[in-house]
């Protein structure tokens, strides 16, 4: 891939050029490595059954509160409270503890979103113990207020029968 060394900017070739790859003329070509569909994302760091690699190629919609180039924050659908926002990074990483360069940096990013505010609660899991159901490292960024009657799991608030 060429760079523009003025901007230092990745120039994407359009799908008219066809694939990166193959050199074939190919009419739908992965957003973020300009493969056609035929080698299966060979080499890219997304995962097309994945919804956030999705996202992050924009091949699905989402509601951006902002993009830093390597993660993204969107709004979830369904928040649990006003304000809350998910923290992706736009590389395929299934959990916290699969690559911990990408989770420090998504983590630094979510600790930007969390330092505008004056309270909140920045929140993943790894695992289906730890209730996990998405397999694309993100982070919960929730805004929290004195009252706001938001329980974690394991606070005295929660009061699901078998809760310590």
Known sequence: MQTDL?????????????????ETQAFELCAACRR??????????RDLNCVFCRIASQE????????????LAI???????????????????????????????TME??????AQL???NIITSKGAAATQTVWHLHLHVV???????LPLP??????TEGTR
């Open 154 to 159: 394991w606070t005295p608030q929660q009061t």
């Open 143 to 149: 805004p929290r207020a004195d009252g706001d009657g």
């Open 60 to 71: 699905a919609p989402a509601t951006v509160v902002r993009d830093w180039g390597d993660v």
């Open 118 to 120: 004056p309270a909140a």
């Open 6 to 22: 003025a901007l230092g900017a990745a120039i994407r070739p359009s799908p008219t050029e066809g694939c990166a790859a193959c």
């Open 75 to 105: 709004r979830p659908r369904g928040g649990v409270h006003p304000g809350h926002t998910l923290v992706m990074p736009c590389t395929h990483v299934s959990d916290a503890g699969t690559r911990p360069e990408v989770t420090a940096r």
């Open 36 to 45: 056609c569909r035929c080698h299966r994302h060979d080499g890219c760091e």
């Open 109 to 114: 990013c979510a600790a930007a979103l969390a």
